[in-house]
């Protein structure tokens, strides 16, 4: 199907890319302006959003870059109404950002867990904060929330701010979805699960966990751990947000969609 979301703005956070390649954010952005939507690209890498609007311009796509600290209550609304006031409405939010740092609940230092969770949680909240007001002018719209599998499983890699955060994330979708679906703003989570991203392989600590500092070994690693005998990639994560965009998915919030080839299927 074509033009799934025709006429439908789309703020997507963290539509940027860490590294050469395909980051969630960034497919998700490309995917939906290919099914029709105007796309306001938000990252914290101005020069990243900018390559992401690049890409969707040159397929003749309509999308702005928007430089923004998701951890600042100030830029996020700046962030937003930039949105709002360049394409006139929101009709969709995909929040599409997380910081993955390993540490022990003993080694953690109390900064970089306030980092995290500023990064992880309450920027997803001060997003919600400021488009729903529009999205109840509006008679609605979608949330997407991109959370993780590490939400709602211990992976094997010792992150407590990543698990604690994406948990947290989950239940907030949750709670918010049920406030708001009479007004007709749903709220929904992707779950990834273990993804091949930019993200992943820039991440040294993820490459200690997985292969001992071996990018190729923790490519191996990761995808021996799927039921599928594969890792995903940002494609899957953006489908996945299209059909939560789109008007197919009318009837659903406050759902958890875990994308993750069946791990989570597995006893151990």
């Known amino acids: 199907m074509a033009d799934r979301l025709k006429g439908k703005v789309a703020l997507v956070v963290g539509a940027g890319s860490i590294g050469p390649g395909w980051g969630n954010g960034k497919a998700t952005a490309v995917a939906f302006a290919r099914e029709g939507a105007k796309v306001a690209c938000a990252d914290h890498r101005l020069d990243a959003a900018e390559e992401t609007v690049s890409l969707i311009e040159k397929e003749g796509g309509d999308a702005i870059a928007i430089k923004a600290d998701v951890s600042n209550g100030d830029d996020v609304a700046r962030m937003v109404n930039a949105a709002a006031e360049f394409y006139g409405r929101i009709d969709i939010l995909d929040y599409n950002v997380g910081l993955a740092e390993t540490a022990s609940v003993v080694d953690i230092s109390e900064a970089e867990w306030d980092r995290i969770f500023a990064v992880n949680l309450k920027g997803a909240m001060f997003a919600m904060k400021h488009v729903i007001p529009l999205m109840q002018k509006q008679g609605g719209g979608s949330i997407i929330n991109i959370s993780s599998i590490a939400g709602i499983r211990y992976t094997g ?30 709220v929904n989570a992707i779950l990834p699960g273990l993804m091949k ?72």
């Open 197 to 268: 991203t930019p993200m992943v392989e820039h991440s040294p600590q993820l490459a200690a966990a997985y292969g001992k500092g071996d990018i190729e070994k923790m490519w191996a690693a990761r995808a021996a751990q799927v039921p599928m005998g594969k890792m995903g990639d940002a494609w899957d994560v953006a489908n996945a947000a299209v059909f939560l965009a789109s008007d197919e998915s009318r009837y659903i919030t406050g759902i958890e969609l875990v994308v993750d080839g069946g791990v989570t299927l597995k006893y151990v």
């Open 157 to 186: 890699v010792d992150y407590p701010t990543y698990y604690a955060t994406k948990a947290a994330l989950n239940h907030l979708t949750r709670a918010t979805a049920a406030q708001y679906a009479k007004q007709n703003i749903r």
